[in-house]
C-alpha cells in the first residue's frame, strides 16, 4: 500500500479556500481547482516507489491484477480527483465510446496536433464521470422540458428571445432543444452579447429559479452560454448526493467542493462559458436532445458498511465508508486496484494514518483494512 503525494491544479475557475481547509493548511491566495490521484500522464501520483505511472508500466498485473489489465489494458482506468470550483467550468459534453474512437482516428488521420487548441479528441476514450458533494454543490445537469425552458427565458421578457420561447413552445422535444442550441451557439456575437447582457439584468431582478444564471453571467459577460445554460437543470447537491454524467448530456459545475471520479480521459467538448475553442457541428453530433431529471445518487448501504454510488460503467466504481468512534476495522481487500481517500477525521489504511485529503493506493490483492473515526472513499474498478 502505497500513501500519495498529489498534484493540485490551479485552474482560474477554482477556489482559493476549499481545499486549502480540507487540508488544514493556510491559502495561497491562488486558486487550487483539482487535486488528481491516480496515474494519468499529466499529473501523475507520487509514491515511495516512484510515479505511480511508472509502477503500472514495469508490473501492470501486480499492480492492477490480472482481470483488470484483461478487460483494460496496462493501465488504471480511472482518475480521482478533490474538485473545488470557485466558479462556474465551461458547459460542456462528452464523447461515448464509439464517437470518441471516431473522432479520435479522424483528427489524427488529418494530422492535427494532439496539442492544437481546436483540437477535440485528445484520446480514444470516453469519459463517463461522476462527482459527489463534501459540500453543497451547485451544477448544471441535462435539458430541461422545452416547455419549462421555454417559460424560465419568456420571463426575461427580452425581444431577441421571443424566437427561442416559440420553438421551445411549438416543435417536438428533440427538434426544439436541438434548434435551440444550434441558434445560440451560431447566432452574431455581438448581438448576442446585447441579449446576455440584458437577460444578466433580468435574472438579477427576478431571483429566484432565474438567480444562478445571474451568477454565471458575472464570471462570463457576454457569452452565449449562459443563454445556453438557461435550457438545462440546475441541480443542488447536498454533502453525500451525487451526479452521474453519461455521454452526450450537457453540464457543468458552477460552485461547491466534491469527490470526483471519471474514465480516464480528456475528451471535452464545450458549449459555452469558455475562452477556449468550441466546435458547433461536432459539439451538436455528440450531444443528446432530450430532457431528462438529473438523477441525483445516493448512495446504496450494504451489510459491511460499504455504501455505493450506483453507475452503469466499469471503469471506475466509488463508494465510501463513514466510521464512527469506536466500530471495528473493515476489510476492503480486492483483486481490483484501489486508492482509498479520507475526507473528513482521521484513519487507518494499512500503517498509513490518513487525515482529510490524503489518500493511498492499494495493489490488486493487497490486504486492506480501515479503521478510526472519519469517512474514507474507495475509488476501484469493475472487472
Not at 461515448?96 to 483528427?107: F, I, M, N, P, R
Request: hydrophobic residues 40%; contains cysteine.
Amino acid at each position: 500500500m502505497d500513501r500519495l503525494d498529489n498534484t493540485i491544479r490551479p485552474y482560474a475557475w477554482g477556489s482559493t479556500t476549499a481545499i486549502p481547509r480540507l487540508l488544514g493548511v493556510e491559502p495561497t491566495g491562488e486558486p487550487q481547482a483539482e487535486m488528481w490521484m491516480g496515474a494519468h500522464p499529466g499529473a501523475p501520483s507520487r509514491t515511495a516507489r516512484g510515479p505511480l505511472t511508472e509502477l503500472i508500466e514495469a508490473a501492470p498485473e501486480r499492480e492492477l491484477g490480472a482481470e483488470t489489465v484483461a478487460k483494460f489494458g496496462p493501465r488504471l482506468p480511472f482518475l480521482l480527483k478533490i474538485l473545488a470550483a470557485g466558479a462556474p467550468l465551461s458547459l460542456q459534453v462528452h464523447p461515448d465510446l464509439a464517437q470518441a474512437k471516431e473522432g479520435y482516428e479522424e483528427e489524427e488521420r488529418r494530422g492535427v496536433p494532439i496539442d492544437a487548441p481546436h483540437r477535440n479528441y485528445k484520446d480514444a476514450n470516453h469519459k463517463p464521470e461522476l462527482i459527489c458533494a463534501l459540500t453543497e454543490f451547485d451544477g448544471l445537469c441535462g435539458f430541461r422540458a422545452p416547455a419549462e425552458a421555454g417559460d424560465l427565458l419568456a420571463a426575461l421578457e427580452i425581444d431577441s428571445l421571443k424566437p427561442y420561447v416559440d420553438l421551445l413552445h411549438a416543435h417536438p422535444e428533440d427538434a426544439a432543444l436541438r434548434e435551440v442550441l444550434t441558434a445560440v451557439l451560431s447566432a452574431d456575437r455581438e448581438q448576442m452579447a446585447t441579449t446576455v447582457t440584458e437577460a444578466t439584468a433580468a435574472c438579477t431582478r427576478l431571483g429566484g429559479t432565474h438567480a444562478p444564471y445571474a451568477e454565471i453571467a458575472h464570471h462570463y459577460p457576454g457569452d452565449s452560454g449562459v443563454i445556453a445554460a438557461m435550457l438545462l437543470n440546475h441541480v443542488r447537491l447536498q454533502p453525500g448526493e451525487a451526479l452521474f454524467l453519461g455521454a452526450g448530456v450537457p453540464h457543468a459545475y458552477l460552485n461547491g467542493l466534491g469527490v470526483e471520479i471519471m474514465a480516464n480521459s480528456d475528451n471535452v467538448l464545450r458549449c459555452g462559458l469558455t475562452p477556449k475553442h468550441v466546435d458547433v457541428p461536432e459539439l451538436l453530433r455528440i450531444v443528446r436532445f432530450e430532457a431528462s431529471d438529473p438523477g441525483v445518487l445516493r448512495p446504496e448501504a450494504s451489510p459491511d458498511g460499504e455504501e455505493v454510488y450506483e453507475t452503469p460503467i466499469d471503469e471506475f466504481r466509488l463508494s465510501r465508508y463513514v466510521l464512527p468512534q469506536g466500530t471495528a476495522a473493515h476489510e476492503l481487500t480486492l483483486r481490483t486496484p484501489q486508492i482509498l481517500l479520507c475526507t473528513a477525521g482521521s484513519v487507518q489504511a494499512g500503517g498509513h494514518a490518513l487525515t482529510p485529503g490524503q489518500s493511498v493506493f492499494v495493489p490488486a490483492g493487497e490486504k486492506a483494512e480501515v479503521s478510526g473515526t472519519g469517512t474514507v472513499f474507495r475509488a476501484t474498478v469493475v472487472a
